[in-house]
């Protein structure tokens, strides 16, 4: 005897008409025909109206803090699974499933689903600083004295002479400081690594229809 529960189409259709979304009529008129208001369409072009609802109902209200990363993969997660049935008899139940999935594959969501680029294209930057300080002091003293006969010592380490014919004092401190930083970035572009990015993808995306999902045949 097989067993069936609701599928994510269905309980998008449920909580957008909730909203009060409605497929049929809008503004007076038909609108059966209109891609505009099919929730097909919502679905597929994910809009702020199915990623609350899929933030609130599957993912237990949880985000990524990069807002860019948990749409892509909350998008990529609602599309790929919206005409599956859950894979247990009640909302609470999965959604702490899904939850305790999201929360353990984190980082490799983080990565795959946020960073293709700099994974894809081999990303590689460094960073250099430097900072170099000097100081170079000069001090020259000339002295020219006719000493009284009283004086016979002369300290030339003395700033004030006493007993000088001529004094001349010359001071000099040099001061220095240089810094330099330098960047660079480089890219090349490996088309391994798209494979490896994609293989990574199917399997999260696996493991999240192994746990989450029932599996009928």
Known sequence: ????????????????????????????????????????????????????????????NRSYPDKTIDRNFKEAFTNRFMDRQIGRQTMEAFQSQVVSLFIQYSEYIYYTFGHLDDFIENKATSETHSDEQSTETSDYRGLEATLPQTEVNLNITDDDLNYADTNNINKRQDKGNREANSNSENRTFNPDNLDKVFEMKERIMNKFDQKCFLQIW
């Open 1 to 60: 005897m097989s067993k069936h529960t609701t599928t994510l189409m269905d309980i998008l259709r449920s909580e957008l008409i909730k909203r009060g979304k409605n497929e049929f009529i809008n503004d007076g008129r038909l609108t059966f025909f209109d891609d505009k208001y099919a929730f097909i369409e919502k679905v597929a072009k994910f809009d702020d109206d199915v990623y609350d609802i899929a933030t609130l109902h599957f993912f237990g």
